[in-house]
């Protein structure tokens, strides 16, 4: 297991162009925050389908790291993302993520994705990610 | 809108081989159980997968006209299902779908599926739903 | 590595209500016939969605062990699927599936299915499965 | 209908931080490149994942607009993606996307995702659009 701490550090040291902010981690759930400026919109003024697919996959990284740790290894394998609503603009994308299977090879997880301030899904996202032993 | 009691009396109408009951159905959600015997299980004598896949599809559909009502016209446009532990050969299957979009010509929902008595997931499904006006 | 032969004597013995024909198998493919009766058509006298999830899963499962044999467990682990035209409900259907991916531990396959005599897909699946070692 | 040269401009106009380039377009597919650079990829110098979900959305978008035109609006309403194998870091990502359903109001395509000069598949995603008139 790897704490809210511990992950941030290691998004902050691989992946420079990171914007997501781990608000909670554990106990098979990730709460976390994906900042939107002017590279995350589509033309219209909303957040675009790419954002977030991107925060859904992250938020179900953060979610898994937290449970297996940042040392085993693992892929997403597939991810199916339904897009619900037009997010708004100047809004940050919040990733509401649960596990609902941790096995030895395989985990599941689903994600509920809100625009801030606004408790209607946007978007629902689930990932299946293959861990290597 | 269309009542447990109509649904019901719907589906005695007009599918013969219907197995499913309705145990509750409104406020964008329903509860169905799907009854399982020697043509659920597959070899090893777990539920099979296709049974689950009708189980979730018949769940979300009682959901929809319990919203919609008997009336409008709606079909399946895509489900993603995903298996998460093996449901046990004699017990009931128990589906709990929530409608996460009841837009004006599509619905998304999802379904948790249980073996009875216990709480962990066996899959979980979220389907898309045309409606024609 | 499992023949035609071999893999339609297994179905014949393993599940009484089986109800495809296994018309070619090998080469990391598959093409299977589905018998449509009364109990695979829903009301509007077209094939019911869960008829053709279960045809798709049943196509991806026989070019599966046409793969890696009859020796090797395997379960399938997630389907996604579309709907794109009513099947006839006077057609057998007819899958064609290739697998995209014979791992290890995982294997993908799509299949495209059709009401026979139409060269238009009906639904379009592509379903992951877990290989026991 | 619209063309690759009115497509290619409408995507220069509108989006300044797009990195793809379509090769061909109509007939119901789309021919894309997908530039890859420092900011696509994710440590282990292998493509992201959220990299080739934007590749396909953009695919298919080219292909539906190929066929309906730059006028009428379209958003995406599903994506689901399988990841098949490791992309190389140092090659572009080619998609090839097909339309299997062009209906009035839903548009269904799938594209098959490659590094350029590798002819097996990295992914596999189909997405479903809805069209408003």
Same mark, same amino acid.
């Given at each position: 297991?790897?704490?809210?701490?511990?992950?941030?550090?290691?998004?902050?040291?691989?992946? *420079?162009?990171?914007?997501?902010?781990?608000?909670?981690?554990?106990?098979?759930?990730?709460?976390?925050?994906?900042?939107?400026?002017?590279?995350?919109?589509?033309?219209?003024?909303?957040?675009?389908? *790419?954002?977030?697919?991107? @925060?859904?996959?992250?938020?179900?990284?953060?979610?898994?790291?937290?449970?297996?740790?940042?040392?085993?290894?693992?892929?997403?394998?597939?991810?199916?993302?339904?897009?619900?609503?037009? *997010?708004?603009?100047?809004?940050?994308?919040?990733?509401?993520?649960?596990?609902?299977?941790?096995?030895?090879?395989?985990?599941?997880?689903?994600?509920?994705?809100?625009?801030?301030?606004?408790?209607?899904?946007? @978007?629902? @996202?689930?990932?299946?990610?293959?861990?290597?032993?």
């Amino acid at each position: 297991m790897a704490t809210k701490a511990e992950i941030t550090a290691f998004f902050e040291k691989e992946i *420079p162009h990171f914007n997501c902010i781990i608000e909670e981690v554990g106990n098979h759930s990730a709460l976390t925050r994906h900042l939107v400026g002017e590279r995350e919109l589509r033309f219209g003024g909303t957040v675009s389908g *790419p954002t977030l697919m991107a @925060a859904a996959d992250v938020s179900l990284y953060v979610a898994i790291i937290g449970e297996i740790g940042l040392v085993t290894q693992t892929a997403t394998t597939s991810l199916n993302i339904n897009f619900l609503r037009k *997010p708004a603009g100047d809004k940050d994308i919040i990733c509401k993520c649960k596990l609902i299977k941790v096995g030895r090879t395989l985990i599941v997880g689903e994600v509920s994705l809100y625009s801030e301030g606004d408790d209607r899904e946007v @978007a629902h @996202a689930v990932g299946t990610y293959a861990v290597f032993q």
